[in-house]
DNA sequence: TTAATATGTTTAATATACTTATCATAGGTT
DNA sequence: AACCTATGATAAGTATATTAAACATATTAA
């Protein structure tokens, strides 16, 4: 158990803990996960109700395990799948970024929108600062696509809109909602209305 | 293909389509997923390179696929396996929130965190409104827990410490990391420090 | 109606995952 | 040293997933 990789920048790591980047190697990434939790193969087969052997051959990627004993394997560590497919054990090395290291993705002149560290892929949230101009308006064919998203107003006025609903938010309002929901922004008022949003996963 | 599920309370919602909301039932799941892409079963079987008889074995759950042929099928859509693990197609009704209606979760009475949307189950992201009060730190015990975060300061300045990286971050700056690295914030200066930050996956 | 096409399901054969039991190596104790 | 315990790997047998092909039902068109 050596762990501390997240110490170390992404050219540093070996092989084994580059694997880790992609989700193909299902061997690795398992072996990686009960070795961070301290686990022996026998241990964990004891705790998941399945044979050391079969965590072995997972481990090696001779076979492909079924969901069914995947779950098995993970309910002893314990992990969901969800969590287990999702981690990225290998951390960007970049941690700070200053307001100006924030680049803008909005292509709307009258919307801006700073993109917490650049379009930094494999993160599991995206952050972004946003500036919407009186008057500006995401448009009339509304927004739609994966995952989820929050903010919260901090300076001015915004008229969100969520599928049938609609509600104009304040400083200091926030909202939440599954970002499938057609959805829309805009900025009735006469001031600029500044906002911090957290996407899931990132789109761009 | 029904779909419009978002529009619908959860007490509203057929068997079918409450089932989505374990991981448990992995058939219905890629029936639904299949389903709202407008996919039969031997268009998908095509698309993958499976049979249609082992899709159909799957949907009615009488195997349990490996995860070399579930990523088969869900390159087809395509879907990640991670996405499909992860999402979660019946979504909350609440969209807004002001901002009397985000409860305070912090212990620490000079830290303040109001949770957006107080502690809801099963989103992808939390979204905190931080207030940190001149003097204010998490502790010399650094803090770890699993999932990512990030976020931007909107007033005011603070210290954050993220493994063996410290840095003074100012009104319009941001950061993001790995929540496993040892991290502790503190606002050395003489006033309030406000920040609006996003955690994956909600720990609360 | 009849034929033709498309859908999801099922059955028997085959390929693969998983178990049981054994093997090989390493570390610790007397 | 000899012995014990624990680790991960392996081989052969068993259980299960997947395929190939047929079945059943519904829809459309002539």
């Known amino acids: 158990m050596t762990l ?36 022996t193969q026998r241990e964990l087969s004891r705790r998941a109700g399945v044979t050391n052997g079969a965590i072995s051959l997972i481990e090696q990627n001779r076979v492909s ?37 924030m680049p803008d993705i909005s292509l709307d002149k009258n919307i801006m929108m ?9 993160r599991a949230i995206q952050i972004l600062h946003e500036y919407y101009q009186p008057g500006s308006d995401t448009g009339e064919t509304m927004l739609r696509h994966h995952g989820e998203e929050g903010g919260v107003v901090i300076e001015g006025c915004i008229e969100l809109t969520v599928g049938d609903k609609k509600k104009v938010l304040c400083s200091g309002d926030g909202y939440y909602f599954s970002s499938q929901i057609p959805h829309r922004f805009a900025n009735p008022s006469d001031d600029i209305c500044e906002i911090i949003s957290a996407n899931s996963p990132p789109t761009f």
């Not at 799948?81 to 200053?98: G, H, M, Y």
């Open 4 to 39: 501390p990789l997240y110490f170390r920048p992404t050219w540093e790591l070996t092989d084994t803990e580059q694997v880790m980047k992609n989700d193909e190697d299902i061997g690795k990434r398992l072996q990686l996960v009960r070795k961070i939790y301290g686990l």
């Open 65 to 101: 395990p079924s969901i069914s004993s995947l779950k098995k394997i993970l309910d002893g560590i314990p992990m969901s799948i969800s969590d287990f497919f999702t981690l990225d054990l290998v951390a960007s090395d970049s941690v700070f970024f200053s307001a100006d290291e």
């Open 114 to 122: 700073c993109l917490l560290g650049g379009p930094t892929k494999g």
